[in-house]
Structures are given as C-alpha cells and as structure tokens.
C-alpha cells in the first residue's frame, strides 16, 4: 500500500490517479484504491479537503493526482439572485455542503431536500458530476480559536479542569 502524509505541488505527470467522491476527500484519513488498482492510504492534516486536480507525495516519492468523481446531484435554480441567496440560506442553516455559482446552486442528491427546495419555488433536475462545495468560513475542517465562546457563556466542550 501507498503510504501519503503530505500534499505535493501541482505536477504535470502524476504517477497514479484515484478517483474520489466529495465525502471521501474532505476526510484527512482514508483508503482509496487507485484508478490502475493500487491500494493508497491516506493520513493528511485534520481539516484537509481534497480537490480535483491536487497531488499528493507518497513516503516513496510516487506524486498521486486526486481526482473529483462524478457523483449524483440536485442542480438548483430560481429566478433572480435574491430567491437564490435566499434557497442558499435556507440550505445553510441544515448544515447542507453547497456548490454556488452566479445561476444555480448544487447539493447532494437528498428527496427532502428537493421537497424542500421545490416548496420554496425552485426549479431542480438531477445532474452526475463532480461536486465542489463551498469550504466554509473557515476555509476547511471545523475548529475552534481562542476566542471561542467568549460574550455567549460557557459550553461543555469549553470547560477545562483547573
């Protein structure tokens, strides 16, 4: 097995290719098995979210290119950017990963959340491509800083013994 704990630089030739779905690639550990069927594990930095087109280096030197698989999706759309920011708020506040761009939106293929979309107005058709979601705020895995908490009161995760 292909053993990666480093990104690599952008490479014109990678030596393998793995072929993954957007829940794969925004975990930090993995297994994957490449396109030409070699076995690659993966142990990247909490937080890293892999997109298509990014390298990786394996402990031998092997450059592995990830690439972003097809996968089922509900492409959104709506009149006017209002009624679309509006669909993206709503969305938001599930806690739903979603790809935007100036016409539509794109989440995972979900029945409840296309009842969901349509009851609010929205136009939806299914599409198969690759998926890119927005990474969030905080540009990658969930975290706390240092300010965390402070002016609200405590929560559990913030006690510490003293």
Same mark, same amino acid.
Request: contains cysteine; hydrophobic residues 40%; glycine residues 12%.
């Given at each position: 097995?292909?053993?990666?704990?480093?990104?690599?630089?952008?490479?014109?030739?990678?030596?393998?290719?793995?072929?993954?779905?957007?829940?794969?690639?925004?975990?930090?550990?993995?297994?994957?098995?490449?396109?030409?069927?070699?076995?690659?594990?993966?142990?990247?930095?909490?937080?890293?979210?892999?997109?298509?087109?990014?390298?990786?280096?394996? =402990?031998?030197?092997?450059?592995?290119?990830?690439? +972003?698989? *097809? &996968?089922? $999706?509900?492409?959104?759309?709506? @009149?006017?950017?209002?009624?679309?920011?509006?669909?993206?708020?709503?969305?938001?506040?599930?806690?739903?990963?979603? =790809?935007?761009?100036?016409?539509?939106?794109?989440? +995972?293929? *979900? &029945?409840? $959340?296309?009842?969901?979309?349509? @009851?609010?107005?929205?136009?939806?058709?299914?599409?198969?491509?690759?998926?890119?979601?927005?990474?969030?705020?905080?540009?990658?895995?969930?975290?706390?800083?240092?300010?965390?908490?402070?002016?609200?009161?405590?929560?559990?995760?913030?006690?510490?013994?003293?």
């Amino acid at each position: 097995m292909l053993v990666i704990k480093k990104r690599a630089g952008q490479f014109s030739k990678a030596d393998i290719e793995i072929l993954l779905p957007f829940d794969v690639r925004k975990k930090s550990r993995f297994k994957a098995v490449s396109i030409d069927g070699q076995e690659v594990g993966v142990f990247l930095d909490r937080g890293t979210i892999l997109a298509h087109g990014d390298c990786l280096e394996s =402990e031998n030197g092997k450059i592995v290119r990830v690439l +972003a698989q *097809d &996968e089922s $999706l509900l492409q959104i759309t709506q @009149g006017s950017a209002k009624s679309l920011s509006h669909l993206a708020y709503h969305l938001g506040n599930r806690h739903v990963s979603i =790809e935007i761009h100036n016409a539509w939106l794109r989440i +995972a293929d *979900d &029945e409840v $959340l296309r009842d969901m979309v349509e @009851g609010l107005g929205a136009h939806v058709h299914s599409v198969s491509v690759p998926f890119h979601p927005e990474s969030g705020a905080y540009g990658g895995g969930h975290s706390h800083g240092p300010e965390h908490g402070k002016g609200r009161g405590p929560v559990i995760h913030d006690f510490a013994e003293e």
